[in-house]
Every structure is written in C-alpha cells, then in structure tokens.
C-alpha cells in the first residue's frame, strides 16, 4: 500500500522560507515523477510544480517560479520543495503526490496517490 506524507508546513511572514519535504513508500519511488499541489480554503486545487523521476526535468507555476524549487533524493525516498520569498497568497494547504505521468496541470488522471498535506499560512 503507498504511504505519502508531507512535513515541513508552518506560519511564517512574508518573505521568509519554508522547506516543505515528502515521504512515499510501498512503491518504487524512483520509476514515479512527482509533484507538489495545493489548494487554499474556497478555491480549487493547483499545481504547483513537478519533477520527472530521475530529477532531471522539473516544472513550476508561474506564480511560484523563480521563488520555488523542487527536488527529490531516490536513495531515501524523498521528495522537497523549497519555498523562497513567500507570499500570503501562497497560504494553502500542500499536498505531495505521486504521479503516473509528468506535467504540472492539475489533472486527477494524473495523480496515482496523494498525502494528506501540511499547512503554509503566511502573514502578510
């Protein structure tokens, strides 16, 4: 059974960083891209950005490029987002996900599993 679960979230001020991480077992972690989304109260979920399973190709929203970068370790099965410059409106639950294909839309056909997100609140 895949495991996913995000850590890192918290209350921060505008500005400052956060490092998200994630977690999946119950799978081989390096044959899966992956991809961070996330989804504020009222509004729909979004995807953030995503990297193929070797590490090699990554892609961003453009709300959060330039700002945010992902990255992943295959040898502890560990996927991160660093979060730089913070915004309140990047206030949003984020999830980690474990996709079957690479690309950044949000697309449920595209999601094998899901986490069950970590908190970003900032303070403008």
């Known amino acids: 059974q895949v495991q996913v679960v995000e850590s890192g979230g918290g209350l921060v001020q505008a500005g400052e960083s956060l490092r998200l991480s994630c977690t999946a077992s119950?799978?081989?972690?390096?044959?899966?891209?992956m991809g961070w989304f996330r989804q504020a109260p009222g509004q729909e979920r979004e995807g953030v950005s995503c990297i193929s399973s070797s590490g090699r190709s990554t892609d961003y929203a453009d709300s959060v490029k330039g700002r945010f970068t992902i990255s992943r370790d295959n040898a502890k099965n560990t996927l991160y987002l660093q979060m730089n410059s913070l915004k309140h409106e990047d206030t949003a639950m984020y999830y980690c996900?474990?996709?079957?294909?690479?690309?950044?839309?949000?697309?449920?056909?595209?999601?094998?599993?899901w986490g069950q997100g970590t908190q970003v609140t900032v303070s403008s």
């Open positions: 996900a474990v996709l079957y294909s690479f690309g950044v839309d949000y697309a449920p056909d595209r999601i094998k599993s």
């Open positions: 119950g799978l081989t972690f390096r044959n899966y891209p």
